[in-house]
């Protein structure tokens, strides 16, 4: 059964330092989503992207944060400059044409 | 107020009972409804999707909808100790837009 996938499971950073996480969707998905969930709270939404383009943000999606999809298989978000609050777990997540969304199994995020 | 709001739990039932997660929701402009089931540390699961008023069921899963009252519902029948987890609930409002969740309902069940 096709899953999303993300990498790396886990990452260590140091405040300020920039770290990139990486989805693969499901492959003939076209909507593709960035969640959060930090620790003991509820599932976020950060962005929503289709069509090579933004399509929905959160205020919690500042000017540090930025997403791409360099190719037809990976979606990635950036964040440029870490901070102690961005600790948390990232969920990628993606559909077809209904609105089901399939989560991948998140990279935990620890800055330092 | 929240938008969607969820008992946190925890709730503990015997296996094999009939279980019932609930949410409310504020925001009338939702759509469509979502359940899904999230192990420790782990990506959610989609159990089930509604998006009118009414029942759907899927094998053991029943997930009800009643919009009137802003109130949706899960139903797990004959629980399993595999089905401790969090079950979460979440709205969505606009076609393929943002999901909102709640907060999550801790489930336990007891061999």
């Known amino acids: 059964e096709p899953e999303v996938t993300q990498t790396p499971s886990h990452q260590v950073t140091q405040m300020g330092q920039e770290v990139i996480l990486r989805c693969v969707p499901i492959?003939?998905?076209?909507?593709f989503y960035w969640y959060r969930q930090i620790l003991g709270q509820k599932v976020e939404f950060l962005v929503s992207f289709y069509n090579n383009e933004i399509s929905e943000k959160s205020e919690i999606f500042d000017d540090q944060f930025s997403v791409e999809r360099p190719d037809g298989s990976n979606f990635t978000l950036k964040i440029r400059s870490t901070k102690l609050e961005d600790s948390a777990m990232y969920f990628c997540a993606s559909r077809l044409q209904v609105n089901e969304q399939f989560f991948g199994p998140g990279t935990r995020l620890t800055v330092l | 107020q929240k938008e969607v709001e969820q008992d946190p739990g925890p709730l503990s039932v015997p296996e094999g009972a009939i279980v019932s997660l609930n949410c409310t929701y504020s925001?009338?402009?939702?759509?469509?409804f979502m359940w899904y089931r999230q192990y420790s540390r782990k990506g959610p699961e989609l159990l089930m999707y509604t998006y009118s008023s009414g029942n759907k069921e899927d094998g053991r899963f029943t997930a009800q909808v009643d919009k009137s009252s802003k109130y949706i519902s899960l139903f797990i029948r004959d629980s399993q100790p595999s089905d401790s987890a969090t079950y979460l609930c979440?709205?969505?409002?606009?076609?393929?837009?943002?999901?909102?969740f709640g907060q999550g309902t801790e489930l336990s069940v007891k061999p």
């Open positions: 492959s003939n998905h076209l909507y």
């Open positions: 925001n009338s402009a939702f759509q469509y």
């Open positions: 979440a709205g969505g409002y606009n076609q393929g837009g943002k999901l909102i």
